[in-house]
T-cell receptor, first 115, second 111 residues
Framework: KAGVTQTPRYLIKTRGQQVTLSCSPI?????VSWYQQTPGQGLQFLFE???????NKGNFPGRFSGRQFSNSRSEMNVSTLELGDSALYLC??????????????FGPGTRLTVL | QQQVKQSPQSLIVQKGGISIINCAYE??????FPWYQQFPGKGPALLIA?????SEKKEGRFTISFNKSAKQFSLHIMDSQPGDSATYFC??????????FGTGTSLTVIP
């Protein structure tokens, strides 16, 4: 099976712009989670989608949003970019849920740089 | 506030030595504790995981030790190899199926 794919792999934006990142989960996986990874904070949970519904949300401002499509592909959007949004954004998929019974499989991430 | 505290931030070990990474948590509702391994340019990959009803779990050269009363858990890598050089993250699963990650430990194994 193909792994989790994320596009684009690298992105450079300027402050105030918006950005959309895409994630294609492993075939058959219905849960997609998004994380922000920074050197000082490690991985911070953004949100989780399951069957096109957001089930969980982390402690991020409303500028961060996401959605999931009927084929389980997911997108996340960040509006009004700030310098502090520069990070590696990771997507992870699970067969059923992001809970203890399922392993999360991570994609390689999208490296976002905000200038 | 960091829900899971991980130490050390970086670790250098000689080949064949034991690498030990520690994590501590406060929330007693956490009930699943995985460790992830991440190589440069890759996403984290599940290495080994443990539930709080078990004090130790071993898979090959990797062992998790879990101390429920102290709310601490650690990863031990026996016979460390240069190929083990990576960043390691501990994590804990809380209510609402949300994972909380440590800040990571960069391990370098010297040949």
């Amino acid at each position: 099976k193909a792994g989790v794919t994320q596009t684009p792999r690298y992105l450079i934006k300027t402050r105030g712009q918006q950005v959309t990142l895409s994630c294609s989960p492993i075939s058959g996986h219905r849960s997609v989670s998004w994380y922000q990874q920074t050197p000082g904070q490690g991985l911070q949970f953004l949100f989780e989608y399951f069957s096109e519904t957001q089930r969980n949300k982390g402690n991020f401002p409303g500028r961060f949003s996401g959605r999931q499509f009927s084929n389980s592909r997911s997108e996340m959007n960040v509006s009004t970019l700030e310098l502090g949004d520069s990070a590696l954004y990771l997507c992870a998929s699970s067969p059923l849920n992001a809970g203890a019974t399922d392993t999360q499989y991570f994609g390689p991430g999208t490296r976002l740089t905000v200038l | 506030q960091q829900q899971v505290k991980q130490s050390p931030q970086s670790l250098i070990v000689q080949k064949g030595g034991i690498s030990i990474i520690n994590c501590a948590y406060e929330n007693t509702a956490f009930d699943y504790f995985p460790w992830y391994q991440q190589f440069p340019g890759k996403g984290p990959a599940l290495l080994i995981a443990i539930r709080p009803d078990v004090s130790e779990k071993k898979e090959g050269r990797f062992t998790i030790s879990f101390n429920k009363s102290a709310k601490q858990f650690s990863l031990h890598i026996m016979d460390s190899q240069p190929g083990d050089s990576a960043t390691y993250f501990c994590a804990a699963l809380g209510t609402g199926n949300q994972f909380y990650f440590g800040t990571g430990t960069s391990l370098t194994v010297i040949p």
